[in-house]
């Protein structure tokens, strides 16, 4: 079988949830053998195309394509026109390469595609992940931001064969904009068992909570670092891992920045040291983090959007509604309180859900599965 991967990069060249979903993707169709043309980007496009980031035998079935990025004017709409350029090149390249059995499109990555699928007589999928477009908005200008992203993911997903929805509120979503249910094809992302804690769950002598995430308005950062900073009871730290603006850092010796890090290594590390995972999103699709998180042993905190409620529930953690900074701050104090045999309850429950249904050589079965449904 052979596999069009359409992406707008690969962890950990270009960083974010799909960028990793990539990578896995990518890799556990290797190792199933199955042959991958992998149309990607970054920044710095000699690394990409080198494809370090996977083994010697993967990369044996993965063929690089790597696209440059388009760097359009910053008007309004910008990124949407950027997209479609950097599809356009997509397309382009792919007309003069070997055919494949199946195009599997990740976010806008397929516009021009779709817009010419007649010529392609290909099966194609697609996966927006968050489809954050038609979720919760921030504010005003979110919203505004939202309202131009609608029509051309509705045109997307309407011309797709197959919709791939990561559950939850997801699938809600696409048959509210009137996406066929036999069109939606809904399976998880997942992890690499790699991530699975091997030490002893305990509670730290401090309960140490955690951020981990790009500063951006729907992470719902600056109703955390409120509710932080209403918060006067300090027997506890808080770490942030992601690109905190120094002008937006709270000053105080219970909370920490440690700034952008691409090292999963590195990551885990914080993580293994950490009791809670705070995602206090206004959209989201399933985070990739909160699966790392719970692999990595630690009780949840995290907004109900998206597909979360397919992570999180009150075994491992707490959901609360997106925006609602008294819930929390509630939250918050509740993990507090929470007696050290509970917690240690909470943190096991997280790595048996991950080793129960998210561990990606059952994941990538579920996905070439239902590829191959669409092949003829």
Not at 119 to 148: C, D, T, W
């Amino acid at each position: 079988m052979k596999i069009a991967l359409l992406t707008d990069g690969v962890f950990p060249y270009v960083i974010g949830g799909m960028q990793k979903h990539s990578f896995y993707l990518a890799k556990y169709f290797a190792l199933n053998k199955i042959e991958v043309d992998l149309y990607h980007t970054a920044n710095d496009l000699s690394k990409a195309d080198s494809l370090d980031c996977f083994t010697s035998e993967e990369k044996k079935y993965i063929r690089s394509i790597v696209i440059p990025f388009p760097k359009l004017d910053r008007f309004p709409g910008h990124y949407i026109r950027e997209m479609y350029a950097y599809s356009a090149a997509i397309f382009s390249k792919m007309k003069g390469n070997r055919p494949v059995d199946f195009i599997y499109v990740q976010g806008f990555c397929g516009m021009k595609l779709l817009e010419n699928k007649d010529q392609i007589k290909i099966p194609i999928g697609v996966n927006f992940h968050g489809l954050e477009m038609f979720q919760k908005a921030a504010n005003l200008r979110s919203k505004l931001e939202q309202f131009i992203f609608r029509k051309p993911v509705l045109r997307i997903l309407k011309n797709a064969d197959v919709v791939f929805s990561l559950g939850g509120k997801l699938t809600e979503l696409m048959l509210l904009h009137g996406i066929p249910k036999e069109k939606i094809s809904q399976i998880s992302i997942g992890i690499d068992p790699s991530w699975i804690r091997e030490e002893e769950i305990m509670q730290h002598s401090n309960m140490t909570f955690v951020f981990v995430g790009r500063y951006e308005r729907r992470k719902g950062i600056e109703e955390l670092m409120m509710v932080l900073n209403n918060i006067k009871e300090q027997s506890f730290e808080f770490h942030f891992v992601g690109a905190i603006p120094v002008a937006k850092q709270l000053k105080a010796p219970h909370i920490h920045y440690w700034g952008n890090i691409a090292d999963s290594s590195i990551i885990k590390d914080i993580l293994k040291t950490s009791d809670v995972l705070v995602c206090p999103s206004y959209s989201e699709g399933m985070p990739t983090v909160i699966l790392e998180a719970m692999a990595s042993g630690l009780a949840i905190i995290a907004s109900d959007v998206g597909a979360v409620s397919e992570q999180v529930n009150e075994a491992n953690g707490i959901l609360i509604q997106p925006g609602n900074n008294e819930a929390l701050e509630q939250a918050l104090l509740k993990m507090l309180k929470v007696s050290p045999d509970l917690l240690i309850s909470m943190k096991r429950n997280s790595i048996a859900a991950i080793q129960k249904q998210f561990l990606w050589e059952e994941i990538i079965a579920k996905n070439i599965s239902e590829i191959q449904r669409f092949i003829k």
